[in-house]
């Protein structure tokens, strides 16, 4: 079983063509898209965290038909656009605004807002987080796991770790390096 997390699909959103510069001709294919990377990555018996914003402006039996179509047990970490309507979707294995876990060895603390500062993070824990759709600057160990910044899909602790890996400049040993900025 494989752990992925993602944020900031906004299902149904024409909105969010524009404002968040998504290469799709409409709302259906968006969604689509979403649909379709989704689960060429996760598998059935995988986790997904969604933290936050899962559709905006859709009546909640079709944000359902959408939600049933993705692999995984899913758990939500409520966002600003999430509604009771949406919280209270039997899709959910879990709802939460806020929390920490391990995943991958690496301790997480997981929000729909990137914090300033979160628990652990002077021991090695990261925060994810969604929202801000690439647009924030980073701190050290904070990543935006939406996805505007991932390619329209969930991504793994693993994957995170390695485009850290190859925008980290070289550090003495022991130092700790900079998450990427945009993913």
Not at 52 to 77: K, W
Request: hydrophobic letters at 40%; proline letters at 6%; a positive charge.
């Amino acid at each position: 079983m494989a752990v992925f997390f993602t944020s900031d699909t906004h299902f149904g959103h024409a909105g969010a063509l524009g404002r968040f510069r998504r290469p799709f001709a409409d709302v259906a294919s968006m969604d689509a898209a979403l649909v379709e990377r989704w689960n060429a990555r996760v598998g059935p018996e995988d986790e997904v965290w969604h933290l936050g914003d899962v559709s905006l402006h859709r009546d909640p039996g079709r944000t359902v038909a959408i939600l049933e179509r993705l692999n995984g047990r899913r758990h939500l970490i409520a966002g600003n656009n999430d509604g009771p309507a949406t919280k209270r979707l039997p899709v959910w294995a879990e709802v939460a605004d806020y929390r920490e876990l391990t995943a991958d060895g690496t301790p997480l603390v997981l929000c729909h807002y990137a914090f300033r500062t979160w628990n652990g993070m002077y021991k090695g824990a990261w925060n994810l987080h969604g929202h801000s759709h690439g647009t924030l600057k980073g701190l050290t160990r904070q990543v935006d796991v939406g996805v505007d910044v991932w390619d329209f899909r969930p991504v793994t602790v693993a994957e995170i770790r390695a485009r850290f890996s190859r925008r980290r400049s070289p550090a003495p040993a022991g130092a700790a390096g900079e998450p990427p900025r945009d993913g």
